[in-house]
């Protein structure tokens, strides 16, 4: 029987699937469906259950205080999908936003707020140098808040590059056909995200994925080869690429020895020779503005300048002089409300 509760229910870690997530129910009532869902009815604070969850799944149950517990099950996105829809048929609501809640609610055991908003963007957090950081941040926080210390423009600046570690920038590669685009991001994925070949139009569609680049995570995108002579459909593929290139965080424009320089619809930041098997040197133009003096040139096939690449691209999107400052991270905009 669904009866109301003025519970809602969180998602505490990230949205991608993962081997362990964390759902937490925060408001009155959270003894009562602990009890409903795991057929457990007494949950003391600070109990800590492995439980049957409802059938879906066997994971962890945890009474944190009075109004939060937490539930931790697998984190594949079918087993969430229906302890969510099993918990809602128990009166819990979605909350609408993560920033409607306390963060001391999500996290009881950070000493401040500060700490419990940090803890927050650690579980969102994408890339691995984000981790340093963000345990780094706290303790600067109180100590600039002790002194009335404001925020600079260089503050302001740093914070928007770094919090690409919590939400992946957009990299977007682009060239004409057959220069190894595909290749090259099926060598850097260690897996096939799409279909090599020595064919025109092979990939028709932009393909997505989601790369560790030297600490930086990156949503990668492969588009299709860009040429003229194109059917309607992967002409429209072709211009939904092109909108790709102009939002792009990081435009990396490829060609080979065979092909020339790709027609983007701005300036890339990056520009690649491709398919340098050998010490043989390949002919380019002189760069784009905006570009490196010297192009990158690379071998999917041997691996040759692919490290290069990834620290490259972090480089430019992520650059040293950024980490190594021991200034503050506006890593959550609440924390302007100090």
Not at 58 to 70: P, S, T, W, Y
Not at 107 to 113: F, G, I, L, M, S
């Amino acid at each position: 029987m669904n009866r109301q509760t003025s519970l809602s229910l969180l998602h505490a870690t990230a949205p991608t699937p993962g081997a362990i997530a964390i759902l937490q129910l925060v408001g009155e009532g959270c003894e009562r469906v602990l009890g409903d869902l795991t057929g457990v009815s007494v949950w003391p604070v600070g109990r800590m259950r492995l439980v049957d969850l409802a059938g879906i799944d066997h994971g962890i149950a945890l009474r944190l205080n009075e109004d939060v517990a937490e539930l931790m099950p697998h984190g594949g996105p079918r087993v969430i999908q229906r302890l969510t829809a099993k918990l809602q048929a128990l009166g819990v609501s979605i909350a609408p936003a993560v920033d409607d809640v306390d963060p001391l609610h999500l996290y009881p055991e950070a000493k401040d707020r500060i700490e419990a908003l940090m803890l927050w963007a650690l579980a969102r957090a994408e890339s691995p140098l984000a981790i340093d950081l963000l345990l780094a941040q706290p303790p600067r926080w109180r100590d600039a808040i002790r002194q009335g210390r404001t925020l600079t423009d260089g503050d302001l600046a740093r914070s928007r590059i770094l919090n690409r570690l919590i939400s992946p920038p957009m990299v977007v590669l682009a060239g004409e056909p057959n220069v190894g685009k595909s290749t090259l991001s099926n060598a850097l994925l260690g897996r096939a995200m799409s279909i090599a070949a020595d064919v025109p139009g092979t990939t028709r569609d932009y393909v997505a994925g989601r790369l560790d680049l030297a600490g930086l995570v990156v949503d990668w995108h492969d588009t299709p080869g860009l040429r003229a002579d194109v059917d309607a459909i992967e002409h429209k593929a072709i211009d939904i690429a092109r909108r790709l290139m102009q939002r792009a965080d990081l435009l990396i424009a490829m060609r080979d020895s065979a092909h020339d320089r790709p027609d983007l619809p701005r300036e890339p930041d990056l520009f690649v020779v491709s398919k340098v098997d050998d010490d043989a040197v390949v002919d380019s133009p002189a760069p784009p503005s905006g570009c490196s003096t010297q192009p990158l040139r690379i071998s999917a096939r041997t691996g040759r300048g692919l490290a290069e690449l990834a620290h490259t691209i972090r480089e430019r999107l992520l650059p040293s002089a950024s980490l190594a400052e021991p200034g503050l991270w506006i890593f959550d905009h609440r924390l302007l409300d100090r």
